[in-house]
């Protein structure tokens, strides 16, 4: 996977950069989504790249515009942003071996670590050498963030000028968690874990629904593996 | 110009996503045995990825017929290409365009 030049493997940002392409394709069109949305909403422009910069969380991001379009008061729109991001708590813990000290670095990596981050980084086997992961990840965080910010301000700019975008380019996203899942469940004990969260899931659905369902969902779904990785005896 | 409510919502919002970003990092080593960290670096990854995927898809359920076949003929292919050539980024461009395609290419 990795190309190397004269035996020695790419530079982070080049690493991270060819890791962080799946996300680039499906960052920029949904933050240019949202960035349209947002001005549509009669909103200022030059909040959408904000959010992106300060908040850096698409689902929270579309909930604020909706909200401040419906003249709902900022502490509520940020007691909303809690429990919606409750579930980043999940995935910090996948990196702690990985960041083993407190560094600029690390904080910036905590504060980037998004759904799509996580996914990606939590499913590509680390570096050998640590101090190179440690590179690798947060220079993919930062890439990923800037498409981010990018896809909100091109958004915001063009406003209704670009409505859609290229409609369907945006299943870059589902595209990439469907390849890392393939490559999870070549373990059968990762299957097997897939297979018992996606029952959850759908469970869940079923009877939830899926409108401000994901963290519920998501939180019996790992108990419900955990509970089931313990019953097998391997922990 | 920004609006006050504006930047207001965008400082406390950021300040309101911090706890569930930066506890994990600042507790989680005291909070954790060895054996759960091996839970959540081994087994919680392949688990979040099929929530995630189920509730995409089923939020696909409820969208436009052409956007419902090019989902599903971008999801086909991507397997196929995965399955067959096993590179990340050959997998994702290829099941990306044929969603693009069909659903850009749907008759009517």
């Given at each position: 996977?990795?190309?190397?030049?004269?035996?020695?493997?790419p530079?982070?940002?080049?690493?991270?950069f060819?890791?962080?392409?799946?996300?680039?394709?499906?960052?920029?069109?949904?933050?240019?989504a949202?960035?349209?949305?947002?001005?549509?909403?009669?909103?200022?422009?030059?909040?959408?790249?904000?959010?992106?910069?300060?908040?850096?969380a698409?689902?929270?991001?579309?909930?604020?515009?909706?909200?401040?379009?419906?003249?709902?008061?900022?502490?509520?729109?940020?007691?909303?942003?809690?429990?919606?991001?409750?579930?980043?708590?999940?995935?910090?813990?996948?990196?702690?071996?990985?960041?083993?000290?407190?560094?600029?670095?690390?904080?910036?990596?905590?504060?980037?670590?998004?759904?799509?981050?996580?996914?990606?980084?939590?499913?590509?086997?680390?570096?050998?050498?640590?101090?190179?992961?440690?590179?690798?990840?947060?220079?993919?965080?930062?890439?990923?963030?800037?498409?981010?910010?990018?896809?909100?301000?091109?958004?915001?700019?063009?406003?209704?000028?670009?409505?859609?975008?290229?409609?369907?380019?945006?299943?870059a996203?589902?595209?990439?968690?469907?390849?890392?899942?393939?490559?999870?469940?070549?373990?059968?004990?990762?299957?097997?874990?897939?297979?018992?969260?996606?029952?959850?899931?759908?469970?869940?659905?079923?009877?939830?629904g899926?409108?401000?369902?994901?963290?519920?969902?998501?939180?019996?779904?790992?108990?419900?593996?955990?509970?089931?990785?313990?019953?097998?005896?391997?922990? | 110009?920004?609006?006050?409510?504006?930047?207001?919502?965008?400082?406390?919002?950021?300040?309101?996503?911090?706890?569930?970003?930066?506890?994990?990092?600042?507790?989680?080593?005291?909070?954790?045995?060895?054996?759960?960290?091996?839970?959540?670096?081994d087994?919680?990854?392949?688990?979040?990825?099929?929530?995630?995927?189920?509730?995409?898809?089923?939020?696909?359920?409820?969208?436009?017929?052409?956007?419902?076949?090019?989902?599903?003929?971008?999801?086909?292919?991507?397997?196929?290409?995965?399955?067959?050539?096993?590179?990340?980024l050959?997998?994702?461009?290829?099941?990306?365009?044929?969603?693009?395609?069909?659903?850009?290419?749907?008759?009517?």
């Amino acid at each position: 996977m990795i190309d190397t030049v004269q035996g020695f493997p790419p530079s982070p940002w080049r690493h991270a950069f060819r890791l962080s392409i799946p996300i680039l394709m499906g960052y920029v069109p949904i933050g240019m989504a949202f960035g349209v949305l947002w001005v549509q909403q009669g909103l200022e422009p030059s909040g959408a790249p904000l959010l992106a910069v300060i908040v850096y969380a698409g689902a929270s991001q579309f909930m604020a515009a909706a909200m401040l379009a419906a003249g709902q008061s900022p502490v509520e729109i940020a007691l909303a942003t809690l429990v919606l991001n409750a579930r980043h708590a999940i995935y910090g813990l996948a990196f702690l071996e990985r960041f083993p000290k407190w560094s600029v670095a690390k904080g910036y990596f905590a504060f980037a670590l998004t759904d799509e981050t996580y996914a990606l980084l939590a499913a590509s086997p680390p570096s050998d050498d640590p101090g190179r992961d440690r590179a690798i990840l947060w220079r993919v965080a930062f890439l990923n963030q800037t498409y981010w910010v990018a896809g909100c301000a091109i958004g915001a700019v063009a406003g209704s000028l670009m409505p859609g975008g290229v409609s369907g380019l945006d299943f870059a996203l589902t595209a990439l968690f469907i390849v890392l899942l393939l490559e999870q469940v070549r373990a059968a004990e990762k299957a097997r874990a897939a297979l018992v969260a996606t029952a959850v899931a759908l469970a869940g659905v079923l009877v939830l629904g899926t409108t401000n369902t994901l963290l519920p969902i998501l939180a019996a779904a790992l108990a419900v593996v955990a509970v089931v990785r313990r019953r097998a005896g391997t922990c | 110009m920004l609006s006050g409510p504006v930047l207001l919502t965008a400082v406390l919002m950021g300040l309101a996503t911090a706890p569930a970003r930066f506890l994990p990092f600042l507790v989680g080593h005291r909070l954790t045995r060895p054996t759960l960290r091996r839970l959540f670096t081994d087994l919680f990854p392949p688990a979040v990825l099929a929530v995630l995927i189920v509730f995409f898809f089923w939020n696909v359920g409820t969208a436009p017929r052409p956007v419902q076949a090019a989902q599903a003929a971008g999801a086909l292919v991507t397997i196929a290409a995965h399955l067959g050539l096993r590179n990340l980024l050959v997998s994702v461009g290829t099941g990306t365009a044929v969603c693009i395609l069909v659903q850009n290419l749907w008759p009517g």
